[in-house]
């Protein structure tokens, strides 16, 4: 049917529909009203069909987009992550450097958080495992010699060992020294001391009256101020080189008396040098080197450094015959 034709058809039907509510006694005026209203009700139903077949087409092209994006990056990975990583090369330290800018009024409202600056990893990942890690250089490794002629040690040295260092004994009364002569820069810099791995002291309650409780003491300092006074009653040792070693120190005070986990360092080239005590330290190999290399043993006199790479070994402390009060100094250097 051609368009008038529908229309003339169209035209009847009306005619037809109004006699017939005349006949039922329903007026023009209310008749009108009604024929509107279903003229209304018919616009709006089909506007909302056109917008739902419009989102349904919508939806179905994202999803058709999204899945060809991810077959391309797919297939041409390797390109893409090369074109990427050169290209994003000049804009890391810019863009890290605006970063930092904006973040300075966020930081100057929490003064708190600037201490995590400092911080090389805000959260460990407890799964992380290298894979396909070589272990040859600690699976020809059987014991912990120990040295009588140190010398600075370089990155081609993996296997442990300890010497006699001329370090003088620093006991309890030495680091509360320290501490309460330089107070007003311990409190600022390092204000916190970890107490058997669950929560945190300040500096003042650890060396109050308290201090010789049984527990764990883990001091921790991050920066070069701290490091600075640190280094004036701990000079550095003969086996780091002048250059590289890391700011991150730690301060140990165990009065538990129980085993432990010497803490991770910054850097994989890392040293314990027990500064009064001594405690009997059990050198495991890493996780992913277990199965090649042996646990090894040594008794970690007064004065004796203990140096090893953290890559290949995990250090445990526990005690010894004397089981007096141990205190020693952890540091690093890459």
Not at 65 to 93: F, G, P, R, W
Request: aromatic fraction near 14%; include cysteine.
């Amino acid at each position: 049917m051609t368009n008038k034709e529908l229309l003339q058809e169209y035209s009847k039907s009306i005619t037809k529909l109004k006699k017939e509510s005349v006949d039922a006694g329903i007026t023009e005026e209310e008749f009108k009203k009604m024929y509107y209203k279903s003229l209304h009700d018919l616009v709006k139903n089909n506007h909302i069909s056109a917008a739902n077949n419009h989102q349904w087409f919508k939806r179905k092209l994202t999803w058709l987009i999204c899945l060809s994006t991810i077959i391309i990056v797919i297939y041409n990975y390797k390109s893409i992550h090369a074109c990427v990583v050169c290209e994003m090369q000049d804009y890391i330290y810019p863009g890290l450097r605006l970063l930092r800018k904006f973040s300075i009024p966020f930081i100057s409202l929490f003064p708190v958080l600037t201490e995590l600056y400092q911080e090389t990893c805000l959260i460990q990942n407890p799964f992380f495992t290298v894979v396909d890690m070589d272990c040859w250089p600690c699976s020809t490794v059987n014991n912990v010699g120990e040295v009588f002629n140190p010398q600075p040690v370089h990155k081609q040295q993996s296997a442990p060992f300890v010497y006699k260092t001329e370090q003088k004994e620093i006991d309890l009364n030495e680091l509360k020294k320290l501490y309460m002569k330089n107070k007003s820069l311990f409190d600022v810099e390092s204000p916190k001391v970890l107490i058997n791995n669950k929560y945190y002291w300040s500096p003042q309650d650890t060396f109050g009256p308290d201090v010789l409780q049984e527990n764990l003491y883990v001091w921790k300092s991050t920066n070069f101020n701290t490091a600075r006074l640190i280094r004036q009653v701990i000079p550095r040792p003969k086996v780091v080189p002048k250059f590289g070693q890391s700011t991150e120190r730690f301060i140990i005070i165990d009065s538990k008396r129980d085993m432990f986990h010497i803490p991770e360092t910054e850097c994989n080239y890392s040293f314990l040098l027990a500064l009064s005590g001594s405690r009997i330290i059990y050198l495991r190999p890493a996780e992913e080197c277990k199965y090649q290399c042996k646990t090894l043993k040594v008794e970690l006199k007064q004065s004796y450094l203990l140096w090893y790479n953290w890559w290949y070994w995990r250090p445990i402390a526990e005690p010894s015959i004397g089981n007096e009060t141990f205190i020693a100094h952890i540091g690093s250097y890459c």
